[in-house]
C-alpha cells in the first residue's frame, strides 16, 4: 500500500519499495522551491563574500601579485565550492536556503548524502550554476522527470520536499500455521511489483466483494508460488499463503540488510563529516 503523503508536490514514476513491500513515492521537489532555496543561498553568500571582500583586499594591496593571485583563487574555492559543500555535507543534504524551504538533497536510492555527493554536486555546480547564470540547471531540471541538474547526474542525487509526513503500514503477520513451513521453505526474492500488488491485496482484502477477492486471490497465488518450494500443505487458504510468502520475505530481507549493514561498517571507512 502507498504511503500517504500529505505535501503538494510531484511524485516519481517508480517507487522505491520497503522490506514491507510498501511502496513510498519520494516527493521530488519542484523546480520553483529548488529556484527559491537557490536565491536564498545566494543572499546569503553575497552577503558573506562581500564582507569577507574587505578583509581580502587589504591583504591583497599589501601582498605580492602572485600572493595576491593565490588569495584571490582560494577565497572563489571557499566561497562556491568549500561552503556549499560543507554545509551539504554536515547537514545530509541541506543547505540555509533548502532549510528554509524545506529542501534536501538525497541519494537515488532516498539514503542520506555523504561528503563525496555533495563535493561533486558544488564541484559541476561552478559550471552549471555560476558560469552559466543558473541556465543550464534548469533546462537540465526541465529535461529530467526528478528534476535532476547536472551536479545531480554526477553526483547520482536528486532534491526531494523534505516536511513531508510518511504513514507506513503495519507490516503482514506471519500466519502462525504456517511458520514453520515458510521458515523451511525456499521462498525466492519477489519482483517488486509483485510485492507492491501482494501487500495491496492483503491490505484491502476484507473490504473487498467475494467476486473480486476471488480473481485477485487466484490471480496472484499462480503468481506466487514459482517463487516458493516446496508448495505449502494442501488445503491451506490461499490468503494465508500470500501473508506468510510476504512476511517471511520480510524477515529475510530484513535480517540480510543488517548483515550488509555489519559488514559495510566492518571494511569502509567512516565518512569524516560524520
Given at each position: 500500500?502507498?504511503?500517504?503523503?500529505?505535501?503538494?508536490?510531484?511524485?516519481?514514476?517508480?517507487?522505491?519499495?520497503?522490506?514491507?513491500?510498501?511502496?513510498?513515492?519520494?516527493?521530488?521537489?519542484?523546480?520553483?522551491?529548488?529556484?527559491?532555496?537557490?536565491?536564498?543561498?545566494?543572499?546569503?553568500?553575497?552577503?558573506?563574500?562581500?564582507?569577507?571582500?574587505?578583509?581580502?583586499a587589504f591583504v591583497i594591496g599589501s601582498s605580492s601579485t602572485a600572493v595576491g593571485t593565490t588569495l584571490t583563487l582560494l577565497f572563489v574555492v571557499f566561497w562556491f565550492v568549500v561552503w556549499p559543500a560543507g554545509w551539504e555535507a554536515i547537514t545530509r543534504g541541506r543547505t540555509i536556503g533548502k532549510l528554509a524551504v524545506g529542501l534536501r538533497t538525497v541519494r537515488d536510492d532516498g539514503g542520506p548524502i555523504?561528503?563525496?555527493?555533495?563535493?561533486?554536486?558544488?564541484?559541476?555546480?561552478?559550471?552549471?550554476?555560476?558560469?552559466?547564470?543558473?541556465?543550464?540547471?534548469?533546462?537540465?531540471?526541465?529535461?529530467?522527470?526528478?528534476?535532476?541538474?547536472?551536479?545531480?547526474?554526477?553526483?547520482?542525487?536528486?532534491?526531494?520536499?523534505?516536511?513531508?509526513?510518511?504513514?507506513?503500514?503495519?507490516?503482514?503477520?506471519?500466519?502462525?500455521?504456517?511458520?514453520?513451513?515458510?521458515?523451511?521453505?525456499?521462498?525466492?526474492?519477489?519482483?517488486?511489483?509483485?510485492?507492491?500488488?501482494?501487500?495491496?491485496?492483503?491490505?484491502?482484502?476484507?473490504?473487498?466483494?467475494?467476486?473480486?477477492?476471488?480473481?485477485?486471490?487466484?490471480?496472484?497465488?499462480?503468481?506466487?508460488?514459482?517463487?516458493?518450494?516446496?508448495?505449502?500443505?494442501?488445503?491451506?487458504?490461499?490468503?494465508?499463503?500470500?501473508?506468510?510468502?510476504?512476511?517471511?520475505?520480510?524477515?529475510?530481507?530484513?535480517?540480510?540488510?543488517?548483515?550488509?549493514?555489519?559488514?559495510?561498517?566492518?571494511?569502509?571507512?567512516?565518512?569524516?563529516?560524520?
Amino acid at each position: 500500500m502507498t504511503a500517504g503523503v500529505s505535501a503538494p508536490a510531484s511524485y516519481l514514476g517508480d517507487d522505491l519499495v520497503t522490506g514491507e513491500a510498501v511502496a513510498v513515492e519520494m516527493p521530488v521537489a519542484s523546480l520553483p522551491a529548488r529556484i527559491g532555496a537557490a536565491l536564498i543561498d545566494l543572499v546569503v553568500l553575497y552577503v558573506l563574500a562581500t564582507g569577507s571582500t574587505v578583509g581580502l583586499a587589504f591583504v591583497i594591496g599589501s601582498s605580492s601579485t602572485a600572493v595576491g593571485t593565490t588569495l584571490t583563487l582560494l577565497f572563489v574555492v571557499f566561497w562556491f565550492v568549500v561552503w556549499p559543500a560543507g554545509w551539504e555535507a554536515i547537514t545530509r543534504g541541506r543547505t540555509i536556503g533548502k532549510l528554509a524551504v524545506g529542501l534536501r538533497t538525497v541519494r537515488d536510492d532516498g539514503g542520506p548524502i555523504v561528503t563525496r555527493h555533495a563535493v561533486t554536486r558544488a564541484l559541476v555546480g561552478w559550471v552549471e550554476l555560476w558560469l552559466t547564470f543558473g541556465m543550464v540547471a534548469i533546462v537540465a531540471a526541465l529535461l529530467n522527470r526528478r528534476g535532476k541538474r547536472l551536479g545531480d547526474l554526477a553526483a547520482g542525487t536528486y532534491v526531494i520536499h523534505d516536511r513531508v509526513s510518511l504513514r507506513m503500514a503495519q507490516p503482514v503477520p506471519m500466519p502462525p500455521e504456517l511458520a514453520a513451513w515458510a521458515r523451511d521453505a525456499d521462498v525466492a526474492e519477489l519482483p517488486p511489483g509483485l510485492a507492491v500488488a501482494l501487500r495491496q491485496f492483503l491490505g484491502r482484502a476484507a473490504g473487498m466483494s467475494p467476486a473480486a477477492r476471488e480473481v485477485l486471490g487466484s490471480d496472484l497465488i499462480d503468481r506466487v508460488l514459482p517463487y516458493v518450494s516446496p508448495n505449502p500443505p494442501a488445503g491451506t487458504p490461499r490468503e494465508a499463503v500470500l501473508a506468510a510468502v510476504l512476511a517471511e520475505r520480510r524477515t529475510r530481507d530484513a535480517g540480510r540488510l543488517r548483515r550488509e549493514t555489519a559488514l559495510r561498517e566492518r571494511v569502509v571507512p567512516a565518512d569524516p563529516v560524520a
